[in-house]
Every structure is written in C-alpha cells, then in structure tokens.
C-alpha cells in the first residue's frame, strides 16, 4: 500500500445519500438523477474498501439502508454514462474469475446497482453470496428464487421445536440456557410500560411513520430499542398475566408492530445474537416461559421465517389461534 501525500478527503453520510435516493424516487429530474448518479459511485466505492468481516454488519446498518433505497428506486434502469460502464466492466471482469476470493462480496456489493433489473447473474447465487444480501440480490436478479428463500431454513424450524425426541430417546433434556435481558427497563419496570400512555404512543407514532416511509433510518433504529423493550416486557409478564395483556390495548399495538413489516427489515449484530438466544431457549417448548420467549421473539423474524415444528402442543389456545394473523394486516 502506498499512501497518498496528500490525501483527498470528501465529506459524506449514509442519512445524506439516502434523502438523495428518496427525491430521486420521489421526483428524477435531471438535478436529483445527477446527484443519485454520484451518490451511487460512492457507496460502490464504499463497498470495495469495507473491511470483508464487517459487511453484514454494515449492511445492516444506515450505510445499508441508504444501499437498499437506491436499489429500491429506478436508477439502474437509467443509460449508463461511458465512466459508469467502464467501472461496471471493470468489476463485473474482476467477478468473472470465480467466487472463491474473500472480497467477492465487497465486489457483488459495489456492482449490482450498475445492473437493471434482471440484467445481472451470480452463478450458484444461495452457495456464493452471503444468506443476509442473497434475499435483495434475488429480488433484483432472481425473483423466481424468492418463495423458497422465504421458507423457514432448516434450523429456524427446528429452533422451536419440541425436545420429545430426545426424552423418547431417553436422555435427560439439558437445563434451559439463561434468557438474555433485551432492555434496561425489567420487572416492574416494565411491566409499568405497558399502561404508560407517553410508551404506547411514542410506538404507535413510529409504527404509522415506518409504514409512511419503512427506509427513514432514525424512525428505523428508534423501533428497535422499541422491539427490545416489547421483548422484555413478554419475558417479565407473570404466566397468569399474558393472556390478558394479550387482549389489552397493549397487545393490540404489540400485533400493530408485527403487522407493520418492521420484522422484515435486516438485523444488527446485537439483534441477531439475541434473536439467536431466544431462539435456542425455545427449542423445547416445554420449559418454564417458553410461552413468554416466543412472544418476545417473534418481532425478531419476518412473516414466514420461523417454524414450530410440533412445539404449537404446548403453547395455549389463545396464542395459537392467533398466530395466523398476526402478520397480516387487518
């Protein structure tokens, strides 16, 4: 490496690319698609310089959201300028030499959004792209690929599955693993939330701003803490309580967030670890507070991305009647 004497340093932020994609999408005039052009050559060179053990981390974070926005909008579908096509050319060559480099992800990152819809192929895609962008290149690229990618994976189905396999087996079932803490409010603490009527509205505004605009990052992170603090509030509630805070106004706006495709935005790391532990306590349904985990997980999975796999035997009526609609908007 050799370092420049006089470095060339030009000020950005992903909040700053993002509001150039939604005026793009909200309005191409020759001004805004000039600027969605450069802003585009930013993030593709943002891309080849990121560190390849923290892409999944960055794609989930506002660099990523500004990414998705631009993908989402119908900048590739514009004639590319001579410079544009060379650099495609440039990348799409390097792309061409196999998937068995660690930078190829750097790589298929920096160019898709140099590709129009449908125009753009990764040989093997679900072996040589990572699982967390493999679901946005198919929607882009392979859309065929969509309806099997959205199944539950094996291991989401078997992560609330039942542990009468192993008791039929006749081996001791382990003790349960210890449940994280997902917020710093716990206990009574939290439970005081659910009749807090600055909580219940604060999250009722931002679940109605997400489903206005689902890409404003700020409304995005702010439903996150709020996902961790619906979680908490589940794995506190007292067995006798659940179903009656279920049928409250609070259960109401706890199926709203569902309902609102939050779910489906990508995780951060911290997210996925716990989702993750959750997940793992939940393996066997008959535990102590299984009922409560599974509430404080399901905001952590999109609709269709988790299974029970036999463990619906054990959660109450009042749950498994209504989890068939508790994704769909009413």
Not at 47 to 73: F, K, N
Not at 154 to 174: H, K
Request: hydrophobic letters at 40%; one cysteine or more.
């Amino acid at each position: 490496m050799e370092m420049e004497r006089r470095p060339q340093i030009t000020p950005w932020s992903a909040a700053r690319l993002g509001t150039i994609f939604m005026d793009y999408a909200h309005e191409a005039t020759p001004s805004r698609l000039a600027e969605a052009r450069l802003a585009r050559q930013c993030l593709s060179k943002f891309w080849l310089s990121a560190p390849i053990d923290a892409l999944e981390l960055l794609y989930g974070s506002a660099v990523g959201d500004s990414y998705r926005r631009m993908i989402g909008t119908e900048l590739a579908s514009q004639p590319l300028l001579r410079d544009e096509e060379v650099w495609r050319d440039h990348l799409s060559e390097r792309l061409s030499g196999g998937f068995d480099r660690p930078e190829m992800a750097n790589i298929v990152l920096a160019v898709m959004p140099y590709f129009r819809r449908g125009k753009m192929k990764v040989r093997n895609c679900e072996q040589n792209l990572p699982s967390w962008l493999l679901e946005d290149y198919a929607s882009l690229f392979e859309p065929e690929l969509l309806p099997r990618l959205r199944q539950p994976s094996p291991l989401e189905r078997r992560a609330l599955a039942p542990a009468g396999a192993v008791r039929a087996a006749g081996v001791e079932p382990e003790a349960p693993p210890p449940l994280p803490q997902l917020s710093s409010f716990t206990g009574a603490q939290a439970l005081q939330l659910t009749g807090s009527e600055e909580f219940l509205t604060r999250l009722n505004g931002l679940v109605n701003l997400f489903e206005i605009d689902p890409e404003d990052g700020a409304i995005r992170q702010e439903l996150g803490s709020f996902r961790r603090q619906l979680g908490q509030i589940w794995l506190d509630t007292p067995e006798e309580r659940l179903q009656p805070l279920f049928e409250s106004s609070f259960g109401d706006l706890y199926r709203k967030f569902l309902r609102s495709g939050y779910a489906a935005t990508p995780l951060g790391e911290e997210d996925r670890q716990l989702r993750s532990q959750l997940a793992q306590y939940v393996r066997n349904m008959t535990r102590p507070k299984a009922t409560q985990v599974v509430l404080a997980v399901l905001p952590f999975y999109p609709p269709g991305k988790i299974g029970f796999a036999g463990g619906e035997q054990f959660m109450p009526q009042w749950l498994l009647g209504a989890l068939p609609s508790l994704y769909v908007k009413s």
